[in-house]
């Protein structure tokens, strides 16, 4: 995804309607990217079930393996704040040092953690290569 957003293309998001969708989509609208919900083709693809071991296995809330571009929803209930969260690490975002920042790649739990901040969008739109602060280029 990270390569059709810099490349201002659209992505092909495979995933259900649904928040999963709807986490993705708020990523493609505050980044001024396009998102489309495809069957094939995928740039990244949202499914549940199981995380790789390597990437923490049933230890961790989701996960997103760069290796087949996927991310993976293991608590139900959820969906659209892991959706948040590991859309962030599929552009490139860590997770944030302090104890849940108000940021979405906090620790799942924390307050806010269900919404896109500014620290979450800055780093974004650098991976992007997008300028700052703006919407970009």
Request: glycine letters at 14%; a negative charge; hydrophobic letters at 40%.
């Amino acid at each position: 995804i990270i390569t059709k957003w810099r490349a201002q293309e659209t992505a092909v998001v495979c995933v259900e309607e649904g928040p999963e969708w709807y986490a993705a989509l708020n990523w493609a609208a505050n980044l001024n990217r396009s998102a489309l919900r495809g069957g094939w083709g995928c740039d990244l693809t949202i499914r549940y079930g199981t995380c790789p071991s390597y990437l923490g296995g049933d230890n961790v809330a989701g996960c997103f393996d760069p290796a087949t571009q996927t991310i993976s929803i293991i608590y139900t209930g959820y969906g659209y704040a892991i959706t948040l969260h590991e859309v962030g690490h599929a552009l490139g975002l860590g997770h944030r040092a302090q104890y849940c920042a108000q940021s979405a790649m906090a620790e799942l739990g924390c307050p806010g953690q269900d919404s896109l901040w500014a620290i979450d969008l800055q780093e974004a739109r650098a991976n992007l290569g997008m300028s700052q602060p703006g919407w970009g280029n």
